[in-house]
């Protein structure tokens, strides 16, 4: 039975994608709540500002109707009039309510007479008017007085554009008119946006009616905002007034927040404030990009996700380890039965070795005493390099260590110079145990009449890569006694030059020259190989499971 790798990963992304649409879905929801609620909530501040502008409309209206029945207007009147509202309780958010009379040509001067007489010091009409206008309409009143209205006494409103556009259009209306955003006189040059409205005062005159002035109040459009707010509370919008497009920053009136948010959600209405359309912005943060409830939802379905995915994994995993299992052990008996007959093969090599230098050792000696001490050493020699073979798990056995094995007893003593140089080079097995019967036979050889049997002999022994696939080794001996040019062929050089040769599959050079011996071996250098049908296992299913779990059992089958 298969068990796919992808399942844990499908489950994950199933229940992942169960809990995104989730959370969507709530997002979604939620969304098209907030926005019911912020159009909801620039419904009710626009109803707050309009109720705002119109009660102070009709103060300006009540007013208009009082100081037309008046003929002249003083002082005192109005001061009374204005107190009788009541605007520290019930009229907050601007600043007050004026009067400005109509002031034709030639009669400033008797304007200029009449404030300083109501207020006891010069409030002369300014800027002095030029001609271009038909009259000027001077700040007369503005009360509650102090300090911040006295700034605006005198001051012909009819001289800018803006108020004197709102003027016209109230007295064509004879109907409160806002005008567009202005900076009032009372602030004293601090550039703080704000409005007026106006409403015309006429009185009889032969023919109709002639206007006489006009009652205003002024407004800091901030303050306006702010109090207007107070009838809705803006709680966590942010509102903005705007005098035309929004898209103009000179255009903003008012505004209860520092910096727009570009992430946040804006809801928009026109207001009419006195026959003035200004424009309002209502703003609420985005919020982030979940909600709380989306965010839970979807962290918690990602979490199931991720422990179904995990559940499942180990069960699939468990069942592949099963199945691996079972058939790493049905492969067991084979591979027991394939390393048995390599372990036979291999120890009848090695007796076949120890059988022929036996009967090589018999026929060269003279005595038994001689028979036994070349024997000892040769197999010494052979259970030296089995050793390095055992080490290295009968795999590649580096040169430099088979030579140091057989030259380790000679190298303690200071009689002599040895040196041992090469590159690593590694040498498969059979070579290694070819190299290392060569090395002993010449080390023996050397001790007993070459250069290691003297005090000031010289042994250098040296290998350099070939080619890739054969490395050369060179034994030279130096000042050591001469060597005899009449000597007999021993069971060294036999060994030497026909079983090691055989073996090397190349021929050994073995000259005995008069100023030491000197031997050359070219040995094959083959690349190390798996055994075929170990290696065959770990591809098969087997290699599926846990490699750390496939080593300790095959150490506790004595692999």
């Not at 050397?446 to 040296?462: E, F, H, I, M, Q």
């Amino acid at each position: 039975m298969k068990f796919p790798r992808a399942l844990p990963i499908g489950i994950f992304l199933l229940i992942s994608a169960i809990a995104l649409l989730s959370a969507f879905a709530i997002e979604r929801g939620e969304a098209q709540r907030a926005s019911t609620q912020l159009t909801a909530r620039t419904d009710a501040i626009a109803s707050a500002l309009e109720r705002r502008a119109n009660a102070s409309s009709a103060y300006l209206r009540a007013g208009a109707a009082l100081l037309s029945t008046l003929g002249d207007i003083p002082e005192a009147e109005f001061r009374r009039f204005v107190s009788e509202l009541r605007l520290d309780s019930d009229f907050r958010g601007n600043d007050g309510i004026g009067w400005a009379m109509v002031v034709r040509p030639g009669e400033e001067d008797e304007f200029d007479a009449l404030m300083e007489r109501d207020y006891a010091m010069p409030h002369p009409l300014y800027p002095r008017p030029t001609g271009s206008q038909p009259f000027a309409v001077p700040v007369t009143y503005l009360h509650p007085q102090n300090d911040r209205s006295r700034r605006a006494l005198g001051y012909d409103m009819y001289s800018e554009p803006a108020r004197r556009s709102a003027m016209i259009e109230a007295a064509v209306s004879a109907s409160p008119t806002a005008s567009d955003g202005v900076v009032l006189q009372q602030e004293g040059g601090i550039e703080a946006p704000g409005f007026l409205i106006y409403m015309p005062v006429y009185t009889p005159a032969p023919g109709g009616r002639a206007l006489q002035g006009y009652i205003y109040s002024p407004f800091n459009a901030d303050q306006f905002l702010h109090t207007a707010l107070e009838l809705e509370e803006a709680g966590q919008f942010g509102v903005q007034l705007f005098d035309g497009d929004r898209a103009s920053p000179g255009n903003l009136l008012a505004s209860t927040i520092a910096d727009e948010n570009p992430d946040a959600h804006f809801s928009r209405r026109e207001v009419t404030i006195a026959n003035n359309t200004w424009l309002l912005v209502v703003s609420r943060s985005g919020g982030g990009l979940l909600s709380g409830l989306a965010f839970a939802t979807l962290m918690f379905g990602l979490l199931v996700a991720s422990l179904l995915a995990v559940v499942v994994r180990l069960l699939t995993q468990q069942a592949e380890e099963d199945e691996a299992t079972l058939a790493w052990y049905s492969e067991q008996a084979s591979i027991r039965n394939s390393l048995t007959r390599e372990l036979n093969h291999r120890v009848k090599n090695t007796l076949a070795n120890v059988l022929s230098i036996i009967s090589l050792t018999r026929r060269r000696s003279e005595d038994l005493e001689s028979f036994a001490d070349s024997l000892t050493g040769r197999i010494r020699a052979l259970s030296a390099t089995h050793d390095l073979l055992t080490q290295s798990d009968w795999g590649a056995t580096p040169v430099g260590a088979v030579v140091e094995a057989e030259l380790l007893p000679y190298a303690t003593s200071g009689d002599h110079t040895l040196v041992i140089e090469g590159e690593a080079v590694n040498l498969a097995p059979n070579e290694a145990l070819s190299l290392g019967l060569a090395v002993h036979e010449l080390a023996t050889n050397a001790a007993k009449y070459g250069a290691l049997s003297v005090p000031d002999g010289n042994l250098k022994v040296t290998w350099e890569l070939v080619s890739e696939e054969l490395v050369r080794i060179e034994w030279l001996e130096r000042g050591g006694p001469p060597v005899k040019q009449d000597r007999g062929r021993g069971f060294g050089t036999d060994l030497i030059q026909r079983i090691v040769a055989h073996e090397l599959s190349n021929p050994v050079e073995l000259s005995f020259e008069p100023e030491g011996v000197r031997c050359v071996m070219c040995v094959p250098i083959r690349r190390p190989r798996e055994f075929a049908l170990r290696a065959g296992a770990l591809t098969s299913k087997g290699k599926r499971m846990r490699r750390g779990r496939i080593a300790s059992r095959l150490e506790a089958e004595g692999q």
